[in-house]
């Protein structure tokens, strides 16, 4: 079973930077769909940003877009998120999912297409 593990999280002023990390328990990062999503408490969990590594096509929700960047390091089976220009509205526990699946367009945003979950990483973006 592949364990996912995220880092990286903390408390940044609105327009600061924090880079996120999902270190992987095996090599998972060089097929297959990485992505991030977050979840406030009483909301769904949300999409974030997803990368198919065959092909390498990128998705980004809109609300993140020319902020946020998603990235790999193979050699570490890590993904990172980087996310600039924060936001008090991008407060939220940021989770890496995997697949090892190469899935389509329409079923990248939706969490049941993952099979491989981390705990989280809490972001706060507060002044």
């Known amino acids: 079973q592949v364990q996912l593990a995220e880092s990286g999280g903390g408390l940044v002023q609105p327009g600061g930077s924090l880079r996120l990390s999902c270190v992987a328990s095996?090599?998972?990062?060089?097929?297959?769909?990485t992505a991030w999503f977050r979840q406030v408490p009483g909301k769904e969990r949300e999409f974030v940003v997803a990368?198919?590594?065959?092909?390498?096509?990128?998705s980004y929700d809109d609300s993140v877009k020319g902020r946020f960047t998603i990235s790999r390091d193979n050699a570490k089976n890590t993904v990172y998120l980087q996310m600039n220009s924060l936001k008090p509205e991008d407060t939220a526990n940021y989770y890496c999912?995997?697949?090892?699946?190469?899935?389509?367009?329409?079923?990248?945003?939706?969490?049941?297409?993952?099979?491989?979950w981390g705990q989280g990483t809490q972001v706060t973006v507060s002044s």
């Open positions: 999912a995997a697949s090892r699946r190469t899935l389509i367009t329409s079923t990248l945003r939706r969490p049941g297409s993952y099979d491989y």
């Open positions: 990368k198919k590594w065959i092909g390498g096509s990128t």
């Open positions: 095996e090599s998972i990062f060089s097929a297959g769909v």
